[in-house]
Structures are given as structure tokens and as C-alpha cells.
T-cell receptor, first 112, second 115 residues
Framework: GQNIDQPTEMTATEGAIVQINCTYQTSGFNGLFWYQQHAGEAPTFLSY????GLEEKGRFSSFLSRSKGYSYLLLKELQMKDSASYLC?????????????FGTGTRLLVSP | DVKVTQSSRYLVKRTGEKVFLECVQDMDHENMFWYRQDPGLGLRLIYF???????EKGDIPEGYSVSREKKERFSLILESASTNQTSMYLCASSFREGLGTDTQYFGPGTRLTVL
């Protein structure tokens, strides 16, 4: 089976750094995605990791440790517009088809 | 830019009605997906399709069916809507799932209310 855990909600201040953690258990891991979803909108792609290590993209970075079943999304220099839900998703191939399994999302609230 | 469109943003139907949700993508993607999103449960996969006329059950297919007659269009059908199918429905597409950073692109969603 698959299990993905991430915190339900986090708060942070404008200009600060926040780290959103994601742990997963899957028998057919083939990559991990982070998506951003603003209220009432579609999820949009932020980052992808398949090998261990850190991927940096501007203010956002994502880290993966496959041996620990662990990832985090790091957001630097927080802005008000970063208030959104952040979805961790694992690409799983254990059933023979590649599909994404999503966590329940972490709602981030950035305050002034 | 990839564009995934869904036929309605908001829909209200009555219990027992047959409901069609339409999704169209304009990037010649092979794979298309239907999810529902509920508070505290996240995105759950209902059905997906990796080719025209092909379909595979996701994690929660009960009460739903799908149709993919053309590559760009993937329809979700609720044969007899029930109140527990009130949800946000999201369609997504990807070029060829499983290749590196090939990501899924999502439509804006349809918020369905079944009374």
C-alpha cells in the first residue's frame, strides 16, 4: 500500500523561511513531486525529485532521501502570495501503471 | 502553455441524475486522469486513461465510469449521482507518465453539489 504524511497546517511570517516535510511509504517509488494549490484553483507543479539530494529553483528547494522515505519543500523569503496548500505526491509503479499518490496537503498561511 | 479545460466550474445536480463532466487538453498528451478532492482526504484518483479507448480504475472508481473516444477528451460519468459524490473534481493530463519530470497538468476543477 501507499501512505503519505505531511502536516495539515503551518504558519509563518513574511520574509521568513519555512520547511514543509513529507514522509512516504510505497513499494514502487519512482519520483516525488511538490505542487502548489491556491484556494479554489488547480494544483500547479513546483518541483520534482527522483534522486537523493537537493533541487533548487529560485526561492523554492526540494530535498529527497529515498532510504528514509522523506522529502521536504523549503520556501525562502516568504511572500504573502505563498499562502496556499502544498501537496506532496509520490509517483508509484507498484500496480504496473505509473500514477501519482497525493498527500492530504499542507496549508501554509503567511502573515505580515 | 499546456491548457486543460473542464466544462463547468460549478454544477448542481439532484440525487439520481446522470452527470457528465468533460475535460479537454490541447497538448496531445497521452495520459488523462480524473481525481476528486475532499477536505482532509486530499486528491484521490478515480480513473485514468493512457490511450484512446483505454481506461484503468484508480483508487475510488465505485459509482463512476469514464469515456475516452478522442485523445484530447476524457469524460467522467456519474451514472446515478448521490450526495456523497458532492466534491471538487479535477482533471489532469500528462505526456507520458513515468518519464522523468513529466508532470501532470491540472484543469481548474468542477465543484459538484448533489442535492
Amino acid at each position: 500500500g501507499q501512505n503519505i504524511d505531511q502536516p495539515t497546517e503551518m504558519t509563518a511570517t513574511e520574509g521568513a523561511i519555512v520547511q514543509i516535510n513529507c514522509t512516504y511509504q510505497t513499494s514502487g517509488f519512482n519520483g516525488l513531486f511538490w505542487y502548489q494549490q491556491h484556494a479554489g484553483e488547480a494544483p500547479t507543479f513546483l518541483s520534482y525529485n527522483v534522486l537523493d539530494g537537493l533541487e533548487e529553483k529560485g526561492r523554492f528547494s526540494s530535498f529527497l532521501s529515498r532510504s528514509k522515505g522523506y522529502s521536504y519543500l523549503l520556501l525562502k523569503e516568504l511572500q504573502m502570495k505563498d499562502s496556499a496548500s502544498y501537496l506532496c505526491a509520490v509517483r508509484d509503479r507498484s500496480t504496473g501503471f505509473q500514477k501519482l499518490v497525493f498527500g492530504t496537503g499542507t496549508r501554509l498561511l503567511v502573515s505580515p | 502553455d499546456v491548457k486543460v479545460t473542464q466544462s463547468s466550474r460549478y454544477l448542481v445536480k439532484r440525487t439520481g441524475e446522470k452527470v457528465f463532466l468533460e475535460c479537454v487538453q490541447d497538448m496531445d498528451h497521452e495520459n488523462m486522469f480524473w481525481y476528486r478532492q475532499d477536505p482532509g482526504l486530499g486528491l484521490r484518483l478515480i480513473y485514468f486513461s493512457y490511450d484512446v479507448k483505454m481506461k484503468e480504475k484508480g483508487d475510488i472508481p465505485e459509482g463512476y465510469s469514464v469515456s475516452r473516444e478522442k485523445k484530447e477528451r476524457f469524460s467522467l460519468i456519474l451514472e446515478s449521482a448521490s450526495t456523497n459524490q458532492t466534491s471538487m473534481y479535477l482533471c489532469a493530463s500528462s505526456f507520458r507518465e513515468g518519464l522523468g519530470t513529466d508532470t501532470q497538468y491540472f484543469g481548474p476543477g468542477t465543484r459538484l453539489t448533489v442535492l
